[in-house]
């Protein structure tokens, strides 16, 4: 069985995004990106499957600038394969990137294709969805676990009302919840053997995908800022101002 | 132009957010229809057409319907889309999981999660967990829109009598089998919805402390919450956590108790109405958007503030 698994390169999780002056976008120069958060548990869950022998081959694919090639090495250094990085530079909308995973579908043939459930910059929660319809395959969408029966897969989704379990039919896509599992580190030597192994690099243009975006996006905000609020002194201060002021209790 | 509204519902009973997306839908166009899919739903169908706003209903019916997968709705959905211009539904996990499906069949790139409509093609919907807001002008002539359901007011839910029309149902999706459904059960108003929201985080020390933080939330009719770390640290089950990855939460009152207030934390949270922080460190984030904020060890604060709920005796309903 080999496994497919889609990694986004994003800012860090940890930093403090920054909307730029001219409303054009968030500040991306000089800040610490890192691989979508979901995306390190789809990695970890296809290489966890891969050790327990279920699996033959991980391979990792991204899309993006050149600089996306980093996040390819990062699911390498942790168990991937090897690596594809397809290239393409502007903003890619959901609905471009799954075409373009489309095509790398119908040449490597994946049994299964993992991702995150949404990635933390534009927040969309849609690409995987969307390469499943593209395919018309089944979908497990916010797996928080995954169990391997035969040519089917047995998934539980973090759904708003609790847990759902689904089985679906091999070949299928999953996308991975934050609950799914811990993802590992990446050893030194890990790291270091990653460095040798393969990243194919292609050009979205060249997959005859028109990646031009649907979306125009007007402008960028900050949010509105609350306004300051004030300390209370003691415990039954709190309770008057939320019953007089506040009229919430 | 006219507007698709896709309801979520049990086949028993409209899902509360419902009304909601319908007064979002209602104000890309006033033409709005909506579709009901389902298994013996006939009770669902009819609360819908009792929506004012609601000028249609559509009805599809059929077994392999009952469990609301994906795979089996999309289909019908497409199909009917034909007649519209814009196809919506909530951002809960139920849209969540469907509409890219739709929107990648009708070739349309999805505009997610929206806060606002500012005209029938242009929303206002977060990025960045929220710590950035961005004006979107979707380009596709047909759009799908999924609509964040505590950024919009329930719509009026009687006084309407819109017809049902019954559509041909699509056929089975094969390869995606529904097995179960494990439903939290609580006699607490759920998290999503709570009209007061009383959250611990790493500062309840252990799980056992918690019984403070529901000792506040039984005075006050509220949800319980948590932070990621309380969740983490095993004080509390992931099914309550706040946050950018849990639920983010909008009530009328929400009350952070030992909770410093990291930024994927606040990205779930600071759209509350009034936000109360109750933190023994005075320089924690959270304090920076709370309404009210308490410097005090929670271990002393929370017994004299149960008290102090008591001196009032109002239960909220």
């Given at each position: 069985?080999?496994?497919?698994?889609?990694?986004?390169r994003?800012?860090?999780?940890?930093?403090?995004?920054?909307?730029?002056?001219?409303?054009?976008?968030?500040?991306?120069?000089?800040?610490?990106?890192?691989?979508?958060?979901?995306?390190?548990?789809?990695?970890?869950?296809?290489?966890?499957?891969?050790?327990s022998?279920?699996?033959?081959?991980?391979?990792?694919?991204?899309?993006?600038?050149?600089?996306?090639?980093?996040?390819?090495?990062?699911?390498?250094?942790?168990?991937?394969?090897?690596?594809?990085?397809?290239?393409?530079?502007?903003?890619?909308?959901?609905?471009?990137?799954?075409?373009?995973?489309?095509?790398?579908?119908?040449?490597?043939?994946?049994?299964?294709?993992?991702?995150?459930?949404?990635?933390?910059?534009?927040?969309?929660?849609?690409?995987?969805?969307?390469?499943?319809?593209l395919?018309?395959?089944?979908?497990?969408?916010?797996?928080?676990?995954i169990?391997?029966?035969?040519?089917?897969?047995?998934?539980?989704?973090?759904?708003?009302?609790?847990?759902?379990?689904?089985?679906?039919?091999?070949?299928a896509?999953?996308?991975?919840?934050?609950?799914?599992?811990?993802?590992?580190?990446?050893?030194?030597?890990?790291?270091?053997?990653?460095?040798?192994?393969?990243?194919?690099?292609?050009?979205?243009?060249?997959?005859?995908?028109?990646?031009?975006?649907?979306?125009?996006?007007?402008?960028?905000?900050?949010?509105?800022?609350?306004?300051?609020?004030?300390?209370?002194?003691?415990?039954?201060?709190?309770?008057?101002?939320?019953?007089?002021?506040?009229?919430?209790? | 132009?006219?507007?698709?509204?896709?309801a979520?519902?049990?086949?028993?009973?409209?899902?509360?957010?419902?009304?909601?997306?319908?007064?979002?839908?209602?104000?890309?166009?006033?033409?709005?229809?909506?579709?009901?899919?389902?298994?013996?739903?006939?009770?669902?169908?009819?609360?819908?057409?009792?929506?004012?706003?609601?000028?249609?209903?559509?009805?599809?019916?059929?077994?392999?319907?009952?469990?609301?997968?994906?795979?089996n709705?999309?289909?019908?959905?497409?199909?009917?889309?034909?007649?519209?211009?814009?196809?919506?539904?909530?951002?809960?996990?139920?849209?969540?999981?469907?509409?890219?499906?739709?929107?990648?069949?009708?070739?349309?790139?999805?505009?997610?999660?929206i806060?606002?409509v500012?005209?029938?093609?242009?929303?206002?919907?977060?990025?960045?967990?929220?710590n950035?807001?961005?004006?979107?002008?979707?380009?596709?002539?047909?759009?799908?829109?999924?609509?964040?359901?505590?950024?919009?007011?329930?719509?009026?839910?009687?006084?309407?009598?819109?017809?049902?029309?019954?559509?041909?149902?699509?056929?089975?999706?094969?390869?995606?089998?529904?097995?179960?459904?494990?439903?939290?059960?609580?006699?607490?108003?759920?998290?999503?919805?709570?009209?007061?929201?009383?959250?611990?985080?790493?500062?309840?020390?252990?799980?056992?402390?918690?019984?403070?933080?529901?000792?506040?939330?039984?005075?006050?009719?509220?949800?319980?919450?948590?932070?990621?770390?309380?969740?983490?640290?095993?004080?509390?089950?992931?099914?309550?956590?706040?946050g950018?990855?849990?639920?983010?939460?909008?009530?009328?009152?929400?009350?952070?108790?030992?909770?410093?207030?990291?930024?994927?934390?606040?990205?779930?949270?600071?759209?509350?109405?009034?936000?109360?922080?109750?933190?023994?460190?005075?320089?924690?984030?959270?304090?920076?958007?709370?309404?009210?904020?308490?410097?005090?060890?929670?271990?002393?604060?929370?017994?004299?503030?149960?008290?102090?709920?008591?001196?009032?005796?109002?239960?909220?309903?």
């Amino acid at each position: 069985m080999k496994i497919l698994v889609a990694v986004k390169r994003v800012i860090d999780y940890n930093v403090q995004i920054r909307v730029k002056e001219d409303n054009t976008g968030v500040v991306t120069e000089n800040v610490k990106m890192s691989t979508n958060p979901p995306d390190d548990n789809a990695i970890e869950e296809a290489v966890k499957i891969k050790e327990s022998g279920k699996a033959t081959e991980v391979v990792a694919v991204s899309v993006g600038e050149e600089k996306a090639q980093e996040t390819v090495r990062k699911a390498l250094a942790v168990g991937a394969d090897r690596g594809i990085l397809i290239k393409a530079d502007g903003i890619l909308e959901p609905l471009a990137v799954s075409k373009l995973l489309q095509k790398i579908v119908e040449k490597e043939k994946p049994d299964l294709v993992f991702m995150g459930k949404q990635a933390i910059d534009d927040d969309c929660n849609q690409t995987g969805q969307m390469l499943s319809a593209l395919l018309n395959w089944p979908q497990a969408t916010f797996a928080s676990k995954i169990e391997i029966k035969d040519k089917k897969l047995e998934v539980t989704r973090e759904i708003d009302e609790g847990l759902e379990t689904i089985e679906i039919n091999i070949p299928a896509i999953v996308t991975c919840d934050l609950r799914l599992n811990e993802p590992r580190y990446a050893s030194l030597p890990n790291i270091m053997k990653a460095k040798k192994k393969p990243i194919e690099q292609l050009n979205a243009s060249d997959l005859g995908v028109d990646t031009s975006p649907r979306i125009e996006q007007i402008k960028v905000e900050e949010p509105p800022k609350r306004k300051a609020g004030i300390k209370v002194k003691s415990v039954a201060e709190l309770v008057q101002k939320l019953k007089n002021e506040a009229k919430v209790i | 132009m006219s507007v698709l509204l896709i309801a979520e519902h049990n086949n028993k009973e409209l899902k509360s957010f419902t009304l909601n997306a319908v007064t979002a839908a209602s104000q890309m166009d006033s033409d709005l229809h909506a579709v009901i899919i389902g298994n013996n739903c006939g009770d669902a169908a009819k609360k819908l057409s009792e929506l004012p706003l609601v000028k249609k209903v559509i009805q599809v019916e059929a077994a392999h319907y009952e469990n609301f997968v994906a795979e089996n709705f999309a289909p019908v959905i497409v199909k009917l889309a034909e007649n519209y211009s814009h196809v919506v539904c909530s951002a809960n996990t139920f849209g969540k999981n469907l509409m890219p499906r739709i929107a990648a069949a009708l070739d349309t790139s999805q505009v997610s999660d929206i806060i606002k409509v500012i005209s029938s093609d242009t929303f206002l919907r977060p990025i960045y967990a929220g710590n950035a807001f961005a004006t979107v002008k979707s380009k596709d002539p047909k759009k799908c829109i999924t609509i964040r359901p505590t950024s919009f007011d329930p719509c009026e839910s009687s006084g309407g009598s819109a017809p049902i029309d019954k559509a041909e149902p699509s056929e089975e999706f094969n390869n995606t089998k529904f097995v179960k459904r494990e439903e939290i059960k609580s006699d607490r108003p759920e998290l999503g919805t709570a009209r007061v929201v009383v959250s611990g985080g790493r500062g309840m020390q252990s799980g056992d402390n918690f019984k403070l933080i529901t000792s506040v939330a039984d005075k006050l009719n509220a949800a319980i919450g948590a932070s990621r770390a309380a969740v983490d640290a095993g004080y509390i089950g992931n099914d309550h956590q706040v946050g950018q990855t849990g639920k983010v939460v909008v009530p009328d009152l929400y009350i952070a108790i030992g909770i410093s207030g990291a930024i994927q934390h606040l990205a779930g949270m600071k759209e509350s109405k009034v936000i109360v922080a109750i933190n023994k460190d005075g320089e924690a984030p959270i304090f920076s958007v709370a309404d009210y904020g308490l410097e005090a060890d929670l271990f002393e604060a929370l017994p004299q503030f149960i008290e102090e709920l008591n001196k009032l005796n109002t239960i909220q309903k």
